[in-house]
RNA sequence: GGCGCCGUGGCCAAGUGGUAAGGCGGCAGACUGCAAAUCUGCUAUUCGUCGGUUCGAUUCCGACCGGCGCCUCCA
């Protein structure tokens, strides 16, 4: 097993990583609340989760990763009732687009996407814990709340002193009644439209239904147990959302709830952070509207270390497309290779360490982007240089294979119904440039590349290629 | 008001107490009928500003300027 380290935020340091077990690696990351389209900030942070699975999955370690989808929240139930619906029929369409859009992102399925809403059980069970152990109580309004002064380690992970909280923050107006102004629902007595919207449960404590927080507690332990390996989500998770987990979790079972923590920075449109109240956003379709691939978003994406800001800019954009095209251009040409120089291998061995290095070094994945662009320029000039050692075109290729494995960054080719056409004008333009006709020949090439092919001409003949 | 992060060439970006990876773009050359692709060379004596520590700082410390984030339901 190679030697992983990753930053955690609850030491504030990179620490060296190993999965409990010693073999898989248990890891929850907090998914998508589904009443919207999930747009490009949310998108960020699950490919840096995707980035750290792979990652650790390329160091040798199993991994079982479980991501929520929150299917009960108030802006569902709002939605719901505004529109005259239940929340599953706000949440379905919702839930198939994510997927679709994550596939499309060709982020890895995780081993499990439990629903909030399939999960009461274990939620109800675990308020009934926290009860019994006299951290929760029940209000006049009969909602459940977690008695934070009654948890010592509060405050632990985000390191927020709840005391200071001063005028210029951000201040609720919580319509439920409570002990402590900190103190947070576990459990939230039914109104009217919970009700209406198919949002309300049956519970010691009345009908209700689930607080944010408790989704997550109930069922990252209900799949990974007490203790697990790594807990993900963007920075803003932070405070309240981990803290909150933390307490109620370890406050209902006294063990540490996740041995290491890692968040996602953000991502930033017109210099602030995108997110729905900004009115910032972008999502997956308007990115396929605009023909950015996945791989040129990933590269995008993992062009910046996974813990500094990211501003998205349609000039960044442009510089990935091209830069995703250098390395499909080179899959080809090492596909097509027969034979190359000895060296070749040598180059391919070094990229390969080198980016592994740099991923295994809390998710360098900018630096191994580097390690991955210097391979393709040296492999590029071993290979104009021709030579005849098939081994060292199979260990390029493994090479490429192993970096692209974790960054997944090489674009696909677009449909290739029309193949036996373009190769007719070929066939033509090689008659026309036989004659010497350059006129005709050109317009040829002009009028495969509007429609977007492009044409080169090699001393073994001509190759094409769609655009990607 | 509290806490934290960031500021590297035209743009994006890695990085280290010993003198700046990589990508995009640009310029020149090779190759080509011309292109494209590819290769080669060039493109930051300098890392927000000002001080300090040090033999030496972009890297450590301090101040300042600028940007961003968190401080209760937002990835």
Known sequence: MAEVRLYNTLTRTVDRFVPADGTTVRMYT???????????????????????????????????????????????????????????????????????????????????????????????????????????????????????????????????????????????????????????????????????????????????????????????MRYLGATMDIHCGGVDLVFPHHEDEIAQSEGATGAPFSRFWCHGEFLLTDGSKMAKRVGNVATVADLREQGVSAAAFRHFVFSTHYRKQLNLSAEALEASIEGVRRVGDFADRLAAATG???????????????????????????????????????????????????????????????????LDVIPDHGPADDAGEIEAMLAERRDARERRDFARSDAIRKELEDRGIAIEDGPTGTRWKRAR
């Not at 900190?182 to 449960?201: N, Y």
């Not at 390690?371 to 240089?385: T, Y």
């Not at 390029?396 to 692209?404: P, Q, S, V």
Request: charged share 30%; proline share 3%.
């Open 340 to 406: 190359a120089t000895p060296e070749l291998a040598e180059v391919a061995a070094e990229a390969e360490r080198e980016a592994a290095e740099a991923l295994f070094d809390d998710l360098n994945a900018p630096l191994a982007m580097g390690a991955l662009f210097k391979f393709i320029k040296r492999a590029n000039a071993e290979l104009d240089r021709a030579g005849n050692d098939a081994g060292a075109i199979a260990a390029a290729r493994n090479a490429l294979a192993g970096i692209n494995g974790v």
């Open 30 to 220: 907090c998914g998508p609340t589904v009443y919207n389209p999930a747009h490009l900030g949310n998108f960020r942070t699950f490919l840096f989760e995707d980035l750290l699975r792979r990652t650790l999955r390329l160091a040798g370690w199993q991994v079982h990763q479980i991501m929520n989808l929150t299917d009960v929240d108030d802006k569902i139930i709002k939605r719901a009732s505004d529109r005259g619906l239940t929340i599953t029929d706000v949440t379905e369409p919702i839930v198939d687009t994510f997927h679709a859009d994550r596939a499309f992102l060709r982020i890895e399925d995780a081993e499990g996407y439990p629903k909030a809403t399939e999960h009461i059980d274990e939620m109800i069970d675990l308020v009934a814990r926290l009860m019994d152990r006299g951290a929760a109580y029940q209000a006049e309004d009969g909602s459940v709340y977690f008695a934070i002064d009654r948890f010592d380690g509060y405050g632990k992970l985000s390191r927020l002193d709840t005391r200071q909280i001063r005028p210029g923050a951000r201040v609720s107006h919580d319509d439920y009644s409570k002990e402590n102004a900190q103190d947070f629902a576990l459990w939230k007595a039914a109104k009217e439209e919970d009700e209406k919207a198919g949002a309300a449960w049956n519970s010691p404590w009345g009908r209700g239904r689930p607080g944010w927080h408790l989704e997550c507690s109930a069922m990252a």
